[in-house]
C-alpha cells in the first residue's frame, strides 16, 4: 500500500510501485482531469502538482509519491468559483480542443506560485507544455491576466 495526499485527502493505494502515478489518479482514484498525452513526459498533459512542483505524472512511478502532497486540477476550482488560472483561461479563449489544458493549467499554476509576475520570457522557459492547437499567444495573455487578477486580489 502506497499512501500519499491527493488533493487534500490522505489515500492508501494498492498498486504496483512503479505503476505511473497518472494511471493511479485516473484509474484508481477516478481523478480523470489530468489527461494521458504522450507517455514520455514531453507533452506535458499530465502535468500535476507534487509537493507544490509542476511534475509529469505518465514517468512518475508510484513508489516516488509514497507520503507526498499530489494536486491535481480537480482541487483548483474551490467554493464553486473557478482558479484565476481557469477563469483567465476562459477570459482570453485559450482552450481549443481542450486536451492540453488541465496540464498546461497546472504548470501555470505553480510558475505563479513561484514567481507571481512573470515575463514573456519566464513563461516561455517554464511553461514548456506541447499545445497541437497553437494557443501559446493566449497561453502567455492569460498568464498576465491571472498574475494581474492575483495582485487585486
Known amino acids: 500500500m502506497a499512501h500519499l495526499t491527493v488533493n487534500g485527502v490522505a489515500r492508501e493505494v494498492d ?8 494511471w493511479v489518479l485516473r484509474e484508481q482514484l477516478g481523478l480523470t ?26 514517468s512518475l512511478p508510484l513508489a516516488a509519491v509514497e507520503g507526498r502532497r499530489v494536486t491535481t486540477i480537480e482541487a483548483l476550482a474551490a467554493g464553486g ?16 480542443c481542450g486536451y492540453c489544458q488541465s496540464g498546461m493549467i497546472m504548470a501555470v499554476t505553480a ?19 506541447i499545445c497541437r492547437c497553437g494557443t501559446y499567444q493566449q497561453v502567455r495573455e492569460a498568464v498576465h491576466a491571472a498574475a494581474a487578477a492575483a495582485v487585486k486580489a
Open 81 to 96: 468559483r473557478l482558479s484565476p488560472v481557469q477563469q483567465a483561461w476562459l477570459d482570453h479563449e485559450v482552450p481549443q
Open 111 to 129: 510558475l505563479l506560485a513561484e514567481k507571481p509576475q512573470p515575463s514573456d520570457a519566464d513563461i516561455d522557459a517554464a511553461i514548456t507544455n
Open 15 to 22: 498498486a504496483d510501485p512503479a505503476t505511473p502515478l497518472l
Open 33 to 58: 482531469g489530468t489527461k494521458y498525452g504522450c507517455g514520455i513526459a514531453l507533452c506535458g498533459a499530465c502535468t500535476v502538482h507534487l509537493d507544490g512542483a509542476a511534475v509529469r505524472s505518465c
